[in-house]
Nanobody, 123 residues
């Protein structure tokens, strides 16, 4: 089993920045990738970004490219999502998840999920 815990959400004005953290514990040797998803009120959960645990390959949805950066610290078993130039449409609950498969883009690719952290961007 892998446990995943997010932190770092909050309220920020448009144009501001936040950094989310995701700490993994347990059988972290089974992780292939870590990903971030988000769910806005009344909308489906969507993929935001992912990073492979060993190679560090990164993936982003088009709406956050150039504004968000995902990174990892393997020694701390932690993944970060640096979010810059935030927009009101980035408001959502952000979820971190761990994948044992070699796919990263879909919710069903992930095996373990955190509880989520709220990000609110005011205009």
């Amino acid at each position: 089993q892998v446990q995943v815990v997010e932190s770092g959400g909050g309220l920020v004005q448009a144009g501001g920045s936040l950094r989310l953290s995701c700490a993994a514990s347990g059988r972290t040797g089974s992780i292939y990738a870590m990903g971030w998803f988000r769910q806005a009120p009344g909308k489906e959960r969507e993929f935001v970004s992912a990073i492979t645990w060993r190679g560090g390959s990164t993936h982003y949805t088009s709406s956050v490219k150039g504004r968000f950066t995902i990174s990892r610290d393997n020694a701390k078993n932690t993944v970060y999502l640096q979010m810059n130039s935030l927009k009101p449409e980035d408001t959502a609950v952000y979820y971190c998840a761990a994948s044992k498969s070699r796919r990263v883009g879909l919710q069903e690719d992930y095996d373990y999920w955190g509880q989520g952290t709220q990000v609110t961007v005011s205009s």
